[in-house]
């Protein structure tokens, strides 16, 4: 398979030209070459390529605009021309979706390409989704979270980014998503046969435990042709519940949902199936029902909720959920087939070390954060509703949960990284660990790492004992509640005088440089707070 997250190179695949589904022969013939023959050609491949920042053009009547734009909850459907690139589609039906993601101006947009023309395709899709990413400003977190369970061979959707033009009017920056469909099913599963479900609008909060209210239909909405009453997810539902390991094994693929739901755990997934019973489809896949993971912006650390999902425990992660219950029966939600088979011995500190000598290798996963930030920087910055400043503070956001919550999985500092320094720091008398903190011996500041000094929570006073010489490092703040607001000033002083003071540093800022002489004896490191980020540090404190 091609890389559908290169963020920093390019993918090989087909020349668009203005046509409907066919791409180019000649170049499909240079691109086989290029990937080992014409059987590992996708047309498809190329409208995921994440290397690049994509132009859709959308012309449509502008009250039809409107009304997908504003009236988006009515979710009607209407005609519009597409283009990709400049590879354009006639006839192309169009409309809002989602849910919590709805808003004004910037609502998703679902487009079929079959919907008005009966057979017609876009290279090789029948449908195409565009989020708005209203909910995560670094349009990171679905690709990226999608990008972890494909290297693990998991089932997630395609992903890259593309500006949006309505009628010539540059609208925003979007996600373009593949859908969750038959032609996906036949891309993963190879064959899309069995019953595909998706869950009704906030009806959340069941996942595969009995049915206490309705019917399989009242929760889950067939989502392709296939005929189905529901019955195979109630088999289902009685198998985790009481079945035999025999009869569970028949009916459930188990190790899909252990490691999708674990994975998204270690990324801090609040809103998944194992956390809340949300943002996932399920799929009767040759007689066994399987789990296939959607919606992924509520994973790597969502803003609001930043302290859940960096301790969310991985053997029972709907504990950390703030959405952890049934809107409708008002049950509280846990996944009770993740239980069963944690129980029956599933291996999840082995899949852990899998995943974290993988994708979620610290160093790996954050060279893709940046490599992919770097691709669309620019575009983001230009999105009217989130703008630059939104998107780079989510990107630092980002950085710093990754860092965090895999040191934290890890017991230890997953960067490479020296020991603690070699001053010993007090405050009030009581010795100051170097690795007291969230972060072990290191910090991450801006999203930049520094390997040792130590986290003060504003206002904080700490002293050390100097020899005689120069005492340097840097000096910086966290915004761990995220979109906090305020300053810290530091200061460095000996014997009542101040050797330095920082102008006020806020979030998001680059650590702050700084180097004094000192005499032999105590230095008096100080840290004052304005506002509520009280969250600072002295990084690579020493001398």
């Not at 903190?437 to 700490?462: K, Q, S």
């Amino acid at each position: 398979m091609l890389p559908l997250l290169a963020c920093a190179a390019s993918i090989p695949g087909p020349a668009g030209e203005a046509s409907v589904a066919s791409a180019d022969d000649t170049a499909a013939d240079t691109a086989a070459e290029l990937v080992g023959g014409p059987e590992e050609i996708d047309p498809s491949d190329a409208v995921f390529d994440a290397s690049v920042v994509h132009r859709i053009d959308i012309e449509i009547d502008p009250a039809a605009w409107y009304d997908i734009q504003y009236n988006y909850a009515a979710e009607t459907w209407w005609t519009a021309d597409f283009s990709f690139d400049g590879e354009t589609v006639t006839d192309v039906g169009i409309r809002a979706f989602g849910a919590g993601s709805q808003v004004a101006g910037k609502t998703p947009i679902k487009l079929s390409f079959d919907r008005v023309v009966d057979g017609q395709e876009f290279r090789g899709l029948e449908q195409l989704k565009l989020d708005g990413s209203t909910q995560d400003a670094g349009f990171l977190n679905d690709p990226l979270a999608a990008w972890v369970l494909r290297e693990l061979d998991l089932p997630a959707a395609r992903m890259s980014w593309a500006t949006v033009y309505a009628n010539g009017e540059q609208w925003g920056f979007y996600v373009v998503m593949e859908p969750i469909d038959d032609v996906f099913l036949r891309r993963h599963f190879e064959d899309d046969e069995g019953p595909l479900y998706g869950t009704w609008d906030w009806r959340y909060g069941q996942g595969l435990n009995p049915i206490t209210w309705g019917g399989p239909l009242d929760w889950y909405v067939p989502q392709t042709n296939v005929e189905t009453d529901g019955s195979d997810i109630v088999a289902a539902m009685t198998a985790v519940a009481s079945g035999s390991d025999e009869e569970l094994a028949a009916t459930v693929e188990t190790e899909p949902f252990q490691r999708i739901s674990a994975t998204r755990a270690m990324m801090g997934a609040i809103d998944m199936f194992a956390a809340d019973g949300n943002n996932f489809y399920l799929y009767n896949h040759q007689g066994r029902i399987t789990m296939i993971p959607w919606d992924m912006d509520a994973d790597l650390g969502y803003p609001g909720y930043f302290i859940n999902a960096v301790e969310m425990g991985l053997e029972e992660p709907w504990l950390w959920s703030h959405a952890r219950y049934n809107p409708v029966t008002g049950a509280l939600y846990s996944d009770p087939l993740y239980a069963r088979t944690l129980a029956q011995g599933w291996d999840l500190a082995g899949w852990v070390d899998h995943a974290t000598s993988g994708p979620l290798d610290w160093a790996t996963i954050d060279a893709k954060v940046v490599e992919c930030a770097s691709t669309i920087h620019d575009a983001a910055c230009e999105d009217s509703y989130h703008g630059c400043g939104s998107h780079e503070r989510r990107v630092a956001d980002l950085r710093m949960f990754l860092h965090t919550r895999l040191s934290r999985i890890a017991g230890a500092e997953v960067a490479d990284c020296p020991g603690p320094t070699s001053l010993s720091f007090s405050s009030g008398g009581v010795v100051v660990p170097p690795d007291a903190t969230y972060w072990g011996p290191g910090f991450v500041v801006n999203g930049e790492h520094h390997c040792n000094g130590v986290y003060a929570g504003a206002p904080a006073t700490l002293v050390t004992t100097v020899e005689a010489g120069t005492l340097s490092g840097a000096v910086g703040q966290h915004d761990w509640v995220q979109y906090c607001s305020g300053t810290s000033v530091f200061s460095v002083s000996q014997g009542g005088v101040v050797l330095w003071q920082s102008e006020a540093v806020g979030p998001y800022a680059s650590a702050v440089p700084f180097e004094v002489s000192v005499a032999a004896g105590e230095v008096t490191l100080s840290t004052t707070l304005s506002g509520n980020c009280a969250a600072a540090s002295w990084v690579g404190v020493g001398q």
